[in-house]
């Protein structure tokens, strides 16, 4: 293990942990190129190539602006004998969307989606355009036609600009794709948006403000895409891409002028403050808003940790329910550092690390195969150390399957290579860190580039389905045996809604979780039982007998998956020593916590230390005693382990679908 900041900085420089720190820019051609791209009137001159994304490259950092991408050269393009026809935008009748709101708030489901293990996917260049991605947006945008503000200040007028974004904000992604990642495993999303996309008021006084009329719907499409992606039971990362002043000069951060004007003014700072409020405000009781991300891969100046606090001092005053609601921080590509950052908090803030191997001489001379030796061994030595350390409140929320092509070149099997490459990565990101998210969903000339185009590498680079428990067939988990007792102890309406793994999984009744307050969920009303139903619950309780000196009852071996715990007794039947409830109380928290993520879409528990922090605050000194919150952890984990066995044991006992 590295010991020392130097240290662990030149390790990660030779894994490609921080080598050029941003996604792919754009990488001019002719448009003969890119002539069977869908395109509005007007083709767009720049365009991306994309063959297998092996062309994909990222500018290297030269101060505050961007030098020539490494390893390739730009292409000027000729605007001569341009006509002003060729960037006429057809006018478009974009839906009234009106005062969009969220449905009402349900806290046991909000648990479920902010604290489980994350399978997400990157909605790029939905609301913040990438010119390698969309190159059709930018066309006949203006200035360098590299970023938002061109296609904002472009095609002739605000109005055209207008048309052509919001066609592009109402067919880029819809509800059927919110559907289809739904059924194939996905339970998150990240949602780039810019402080433009707020709405006008928050562009007065920043470059955005002469085209902000250009953005007065942006804000009703946001809201939609949560409430969309909620119709699908899909978590939603609303992330701060680009942030006034733009923390890192980078086209994706809203600007083409290459300047890092965020941190070093105190007008822009406020600004972002006054965003980032907003959104606190308007998010925190959105029952499937799993966070907020306040800045992505900001440039990683001396005053980036105190901007981070300040950022999430100021959005937690909002309310008193912004206390415990999570923010992500992007680490500026040093792991260590931002990884100490959220190990000295104590309250639900989340690294972001992002995770590329195409960008350096080195990444592209390393042979695939290298490469994914790499990420099984050092990498996820380096991941395991900072997870470990930070309450495993840590995700790699943008990664590719994105090779070049002289990694590709010596392998004996390319295709399997490729394979062999971004599933390891998947395996460990997911099995080290609380959730990984690929870059990116779509993009134009999808099916070309399963590098970066999530859709095409569904089943090709990446595996067809991303369940927690493997299998995502189940309509119903609450008839699984392992799961009939919990659900048959919630209250209310049928939760075979809720808890099905289809679409329609987050339709359902608000539910009430089992009593006494199981981690952070709160009590139910107590049902009648016979006396022969509690003389079987109390032979299958889920407490270990510590005063018999028997260590805890595994489930790993039983005979029968009928044969499960019920509902823990209540608080007054737990032991009185602090150290033996303190066990009991862990373990029988655990494993009914297993059972409640997998009601709810056969999810999984993600940031557990995190979790176990806030249940113990949650329960309090009379039932955890101060001193004794070791305890509840190491049984937690083991009461955990045995309800995910049983559930798993559970799911691969179903016939195949």
């Not at 009703?220 to 895409?225: L, P």
């Not at 309406?493 to 709160?522: C, K, N, Y």
């Not at 709810?600 to 113990?616: A, P, R, V």
């Amino acid at each position: 293990m590295v010991s020392t900041t130097q240290g662990f900085t030149i390790l990660l420089h030779s894994l490609g942990l921080t080598q050029t720190l941003y996604k792919p820019a754009p990488q001019f051609t002719t448009d003969a190129a890119r002539a069977d791209l869908p395109a509005f009137a007007g083709s767009s001159k720049l365009a991306t190539t994309s063959s297998g994304s092996t062309d994909r490259t990222s500018f290297a950092q030269t101060g505050n602006y961007q030098a020539q991408p490494v390893g390739s050269s730009f292409e000027a393009v000729s605007q001569a004998g341009t006509s002003s026809a060729s960037c006429v935008v057809y006018p478009y009748d974009a839906p009234d969307l009106g005062e969009q709101g969220f449905p009402p708030f349900d806290q046991a489901k909000a648990t479920v989606y902010r604290y489980r293990q994350q399978q997400s996917v990157n909605l790029g260049s939905w609301f913040v355009h990438e010119q390698w991605m969309t190159p059709s947006l930018f066309g006949c945008a203006a200035g360098d036609q590299i970023s938002e503000l061109d296609i904002a200040s472009g095609w002739g007028s605000p109005d055209a600009a207008r048309s052509l974004l919001e066609r592009h904000w109402d067919t880029f992604v819809n509800d059927s794709d919110f559907q289809y990642l739904s059924s194939i495993g996905i339970n998150t999303v990240r949602l780039p948006i810019g402080y433009w996309s707020l709405g006008p008021s928050f562009c007065q006084g920043t470059p955005f403000e002469p085209f902000s009329d250009v953005y007065q719907n942006a804000w009703s499409r946001v809201v939609r895409a949560i409430n969309s992606a909620a119709e699908a039971g899909i978590g939603v990362l609303v992330d701060l891409h680009g942030a006034p002043g733009s923390q890192n000069g980078q086209p994706h951060s809203g600007i083409s002028d290459g300047n890092v004007g965020l941190f070093d003014n105190d007008w822009y700072i406020n600004k972002t403050m006054s965003v980032l409020t907003f959104l606190m405000q308007e998010l925190v009781n959105v029952t499937n808003v799993v966070g907020i991300q306040i800045l992505n891969e900001p440039q990683n100046v001396a005053s980036l940790p105190d901007f981070y606090s300040q950022a999430i001092e100021t959005m937690r005053q909002t309310s008193p329910a912004a206390q415990a609601f999570p923010l992500y921080i992007h680490d500026g590509f040093d792991l260590e550092q931002y990884s100490a950052f959220v190990a000295n908090r104590s309250d639900f803030v989340v690294q972001d690390h992002h995770s590329y191997f195409v960008f350096t001489p080195s990444d592209v001379a390393e042979p695939a195969s290298q490469h994914t030796e790499d990420i099984r061994g050092s990498i996820y030595d380096a991941l395991q150390q900072a997870s470990d350390s930070q309450r495993r409140n840590l995700v790699v929320d943008e990664f590719s399957c994105a090779l070049t092509d002289q990694s590709l070149a010596g392998e004996e099997d390319p295709d399997q290579a490729r394979r062999d490459f971004c599933e390891g990565q998947m395996d460990i990101y997911q099995n080290v860190t609380a959730g990984w998210a690929f870059w990116a969903y779509n993009k134009e000339q999808c099916s070309e580039d399963p590098g970066w185009c999530f859709k095409a590498a569904v089943g090709n680079s990446l595996p067809s389905t991303f369940f927690s428990y493997g299998k995502g067939s189940v309509a119903d988990p609450s008839r699984l045996p392992a799961l009939s007792d919990m659900a048959a102890d919630m209250s209310g309406p049928s939760q075979g809604g809720m808890a099905a793994t289809t679409v329609a999984s987050d339709r359902s009744p608000t539910f009430t979780m089992p009593a006494p307050e199981v981690g952070l969920f709160p009590a139910y009303p107590k049902r009648s039982r016979s006396r022969r139903a509690r003389r079987s619950r109390a032979r299958s309780s889920p407490y270990p007998n510590t005063a018999k000196g028997r260590s805890h009852p595994s489930r790993r071996d039983d005979n029968s998956l009928n044969n499960t715990p019920a509902a823990p007794a209540p608080p007054e039947q737990l032991p009185t020593d602090p150290s033996e409830r303190a066990i009991a109380k862990g373990y029988s928290d655990g494993y009914l916590t297993a059972k409640i993520f997998a009601l709810f879409g056969l999810s999984k528990l993600g940031f557990t230390g995190q979790y176990m922090n806030d249940s113990i605050a949650a329960l309090g000194p009379a039932v955890i005693v101060p001193g004794m919150e070791g305890y509840y952890r190491q049984w937690f984990m083991e009461g955990l382990a045995d309800g995910e066995a049983l559930i798993t044991s559970a799911v691969n006992g179903l016939p195949p679908s």
